[in-house]
């Protein structure tokens, strides 16, 4: 972690024989400005300590890698900032099969997603807590009751191995439909979800949105086959809007502001 190297460093320094530094989420790197996990603001202070060290062993300081999850420009300039990078590399993560599907506000949002859900295509439901997905998916049940063996959730809270069985019920078809919290979803890479829902604003909106929409479908459809992402959180529409633009063109690199003001 990056409270333990910063606590070692100098102790890994000292033989100078660290050549290769790799800084996994480094997104938070610029989130430690507001106060998240603020050890990530002293790793670069860490791989320079590194660096003197090989030096004073008479090697090369360290590569570095640092990966991010998903970064704004903002962030991608405090990584830059922080650490000795030469080279920059950016995945658009360009997916022209998917489909934006602005429901905000919907006085029968309930409604309207138990209809969804009634016809069969695998979805996922993303909430904001462990009990929102267990109570969304009892609702679901209860509204489309034909479907409700095939319905279930997902949370941090839950057994490891009740997460890896449900994860593979879903996997395998033998669930449609999963309300989850955030903690389903990087690297499942499920090629056949057609919908994501996001039945509440991600807690962290921007980043939140990308990851949900795209952190549990590594393999979007392709061909003539569409995924659909679905909001139907209830928030003012003012409050979100600009929220809205940054993270959808986020999502699909293009303008959206007129598919906002629907």
């Known amino acids: 972690t990056p409270e333990f190297l910063g606590y070692h460093a100098e102790e890994f ?5 660290v050549g290769f530094v790799v800084v996994d989420e480094a997104h938070h790197i610029g989130l430690a400005r507001a106060g998240q996990r603020p050890a990530y603001a002293a790793i670069g202070q860490a791989v320079e300590q590194l660096a003197a060290g090989a030096r004073t062993a008479g090697r090369p300081a360290p590569t570095v890698l640092a990966l991010p999850a998903t970064a704004d420009d903002g962030i991608a300039d405090a990584i830059r900032g922080a650490l000795p990078l030469d080279e920059l590399v950016l995945d658009e993560t360009e997916r022209a099969n998917l489909g934006v ?3 905000r506000n919907l006085k029968n949002r309930d409604d309207y997603l138990a209809n969804l859900v009634a016809g069969g295509e695998k979805t996922v439901v993303y909430v904001n807590s462990r ?3 267990v109570a969304v998916a009892r609702t679901l049940r209860k509204r489309v009751p034909q479907l409700a063996p095939l319905i279930g ?3 941090a809270g839950l057994a490891r191995a009740e997460r890896k069985r449900i994860e593979e019920l879903f996997r395998t078809d033998a669930l449609k439909v999963l309300v989850a919290t955030s903690a389903f979803g ?3 890479n499920i090629p056949n979800i057609r919908h994501v829902v996001l039945y509440h604003l991600p807690l962290e909106a921007i980043i939140g949105m990308y990851q949900e929409i795209l952190g549990s ?8 086959a569409l995924l659909n992402c679905l909001m139907v959180f ?3 529409f ?3 809007k600009g929220i809205l633009d940054v993270a959808l063109c986020f999502l699909i690199y293009k303008p959206l502001s007129p598919l906002l003001h629907k």
């Open 13 to 17: 320094a000292c033989p100078g024989r």
């Open 101 to 103: 599907d602005d429901r």
């Open 131 to 133: 009990e929102q997905s």
């Open 153 to 155: 959730f997902y949370n």
């Open 186 to 188: 990087e690297g499942v």
């Open 217 to 224: 479908i590594a393999d979007v459809p392709t061909g003539n």
């Open 234 to 236: 209830n928030v003012p």
């Open 238 to 240: 003012t409050l979100c």
